[in-house]
């Protein structure tokens, strides 16, 4: 039986271990927290700022593309100052955009705060997984689900709190203001708690680097070796992500579509598959963590990417509004552990520092939420969604067929 750590066989894992363990947990909740609160202001963001719906739509879309055009900086940026501060710079710097995205003046001016919200939330997502695995080896045993838990929890508590200070007519500044404060105070604490050393500790990798201009360029040009010469294990998680992305993105995408235009469901009714398939993906994470040391990354992910799939051909099979936000919630039972299991596999690849096999299979992993909703919109148009949606239940499919990329190899 496959399995990540031998918990019985574990040493207890430290008091720095435990304190770098909440640190992580505090900036996952930093990063699930702050654009969640801005999602609930976007309608008062297009009526100030006079926006068509096609120019509020092109303004948010300057997120993820600040995200891929700067994301793959992480990788050096983890390098040369550590994934702790990396993360940890990313959530103070995070904090006062914010606040900023209240007081644009005009479309550009909000469209370039989206970009700089896109970067750091890469880089911060790389550097705070890159963190995570680092604890994770120091406690022997899977934790990185339970992290991804806390960002769930806290995007879920984001836009509540998004709609409670909308719904209250408090000004959007002055609410993400207090956000930006409480998100930078956060980051500054979680810095004091987050493990010391070379990222290469807990793998049992010295410090021999050449110093210097010399030696930086002597490491890029080891690190992008490394990577070529880890190319298809790679390519493979960033496969498995890519899926992952295009499941865990169609509740939010088409969920609400799906269910008002193919099956009669009313606005309320409409938006419970999103709301279904974000609370059992919670669920998932919050047990992921000893399925996984139960059955092994592999099993795990394959289970999950079939369950996936059954998950969304429930929906489209069965012509009923509550068959179809069951559907959803087996969904993102589903794809729970794919992020995380995918991720902490990706800074354990052989040869490759941790912080650039995470950033890489991150960043391509993006491409799934960018690529996969306008191909389904345009077999939507072509056929009907109800056809276009069984794209979503083979990417679960594929998922479990790329299941074994997660195995460790020989040398991690």
Not at 213 to 234: H, I, K, N, V
Not at 309 to 317: E, N, S, T, Y
Not at 346 to 374: C, I, N, Q
């Amino acid at each position: 039986m496959e399995s990540q750590r031998r918990v019985d066989e574990e040493a207890p894992p430290g008091r720095a271990a435990v304190r770098a363990r909440a640190a992580v947990f505090a900036l996952f909740a930093v990063n699930g927290y702050a654009y969640t609160n801005v999602v609930p202001w976007l309608p008062v963001v297009k009526q100030d700022l006079e926006l068509s719906n096609a120019a509020l739509g092109a303004a948010i879309a300057a997120m993820p593309t600040g995200a891929l055009a700067t994301g793959m900086l992480a990788g050096p940026l983890i390098a040369r100052f550590g994934s702790g501060r990396v993360a940890a710079a990313a959530g103070v710097l995070t904090a006062p955009l914010l606040p900023l995205a209240a007081a644009a003046p005009g479309w550009w001016a909000f469209a370039l705060v989206l970009f700089g919200l896109g970067s750091l939330d890469a880089w911060m997502d790389a550097a705070m997984n890159t963190h995570g695995l680092r604890v994770q080896r120091r406690y022997g045993r899977s934790i990185i689900n339970a992290f991804h838990a806390a960002w769930s929890l806290a995007a879920v508590a984001g836009g509540l709190t998004g709609a409670s200070m909308a719904g209250a007519g408090l000004g959007m500044g002055t609410h993400l203001t207090v956000v930006a404060v409480l998100l930078a105070g956060a980051s500054l604490v979680a810095a004091r708690g987050l493990l010391p050393g070379p990222e290469g500790t807990e793998r049992g990798e010295g410090e021999a680097e050449p110093a210097g201009e010399g030696g930086a360029r002597e490491r890029l040009r080891a690190a992008a070796g490394a990577l070529r010469g880890a190319a298809l294990p790679l390519l493979a998680l960033s496969a498995l992500l890519m899926g992952a992305s295009a499941v865990e993105d169609s509740a939010a995408t088409w969920g609400a579509v799906f269910l008002s235009g193919e099956r009669g469901a009313g606005a309320f009714l409409a938006a419970l598959p999103f709301v279904a398939c974000q609370g059992m993906m919670t669920v998932g994470r919050l047990t992921g963590d000893r399925v996984t040391d139960r059955f092994g990354a592999t099993t795990t992910v394959r289970a999950g990417g079939l369950v996936a799939a059954a998950g969304m051909a429930v929906a489209l099979l069965v012509p009923y509004p509550a068959a179809g936000v069951a559907g959803f919630g087996l969904l993102g039972l589903g794809v729970a552990t794919m992020f995380p299991l995918t991720l902490a596999a990706a800074g354990e690849v052989p040869g490759v520092r941790s912080g650039d096999g995470v950033t890489v299979v991150g960043w391509l992993g993006r491409l799934g939420f960018l690529a996969f909703p306008p191909m389904v919109g345009a077999l939507a148009d072509a056929w009907s969604l109800t056809a276009a949606l069984w794209a979503v239940a083979g990417a679960g499919v594929m998922c479990a067929v790329l299941a074994p990329a997660l195995r460790p190899r020989l040398g991690s």
